[in-house]
């Protein structure tokens, strides 16, 4: 029997801009599933609408059309307070920017998603997580005095936290040196492998997508390939033809 998908988009349009030719279409009806313990990575030229449909798939957007899924509950229709609460409950999400508060310590950042959804932190559970991202003894450290990779780590301990069925990764080593990144992008795929967290990620890097299990091309609003097992040499060769086929 096959699983069924963690995140589900059927057929989702999104537009942007006013009315008529003003309009520009970011989606143009993309399908995709999403299975637990796999970890994706979005490519694509510029323009081709993959941040778009990490803010789409992950409720941050709404679409036009079609219907986003996340662990079997429908997205759309929802209203915004419900889709905060959701969001907040069993969606994670790591961006570029760490944005960690800097007066907390690296623990009371990690607590700050249970806090938002009214919940009281527990300090072991906020522990154990950093320990999952190989900062427990980071626990009483400000983001001042954590290293970029350091910071991003807690940046992720806080998205997890909450043990959600998703984590949606926008770019999430664009700010770290190239061992950091390596470093970092590792301890995602484990977190896919051997915890069984589903992971979205968008990037523009090659070598950042062969750590994942499976890319999907974007191209025009639109999927127009998929790779399994990718290396970053194949990943590259096939953005080459992308960005080609659009100038």
């Known amino acids: 029997m096959t699983a069924e998908p963690v995140v589900r988009l059927s057929a989702i349009?999104?537009?942007?801009g006013g009315a008529g030719g003003g309009r520009v279409t970011a989606l143009g009806g993309v399908s995709l599933e999403f299975t637990a313990g796999t970890f994706t990575a979005i490519m694509g030229p510029s323009g081709s609408g993959k941040s778009t449909l990490l803010q789409c798939a992950a409720g941050l957007d709404r679409v036009d059309e079609g219907t986003v899924e996340i662990g079997g509950t429908t997205l759309n229709g929802m209203r915004e307070k419900a889709l905060t609460e959701f969001r907040r409950r069993r969606v994670g999400f790591v961006f570029q920017s760490f944005n960690l508060m800097p007066s907390l310590?690296?623990?009371q950042n990690v607590e700050l998603p249970l806090l938002l959804a009214g919940s009281r932190p527990d300090p072991s559970g906020a522990l154990k997580v950093l320990g999952e991202v190989g900062l427990a003894d980071r626990a009483g450290h400000r983001?001042?005095?954590l290293s970029g990779?350091?910071?991003q780590r807690v940046a992720i301990?806080?998205?997890l936290v909450t043990r959600p069925e998703v984590l949606f990764a926008d770019e999430p080593t664009g700010a770290l040196d190239s061992r950091t990144s390596r470093e970092l992008l590792g301890m995602l795929a484990g977190l896919a492998a051997e915890q069984g967290q589903t992971i979205i990620m968008v990037t523009h890097d090659p070598v950042a997508a062969a750590y994942a299990s499976r890319v999907v091309f974007l191209a025009d609003g639109r999927v127009v390939d998929e790779m399994e097992a990718p290396t970053a040499e194949s990943v590259a060769a096939r953005m080459a033809r992308l960005e080609a086929a659009s100038c």
């Open 13 to 16: 349009r999104k537009s942007f």
């Open 105 to 107: 310590t690296a623990r």
């Open 143 to 145: 983001p001042s005095e």
């Open 149 to 151: 990779g350091q910071q």
């Open 157 to 159: 301990a806080r998205a």
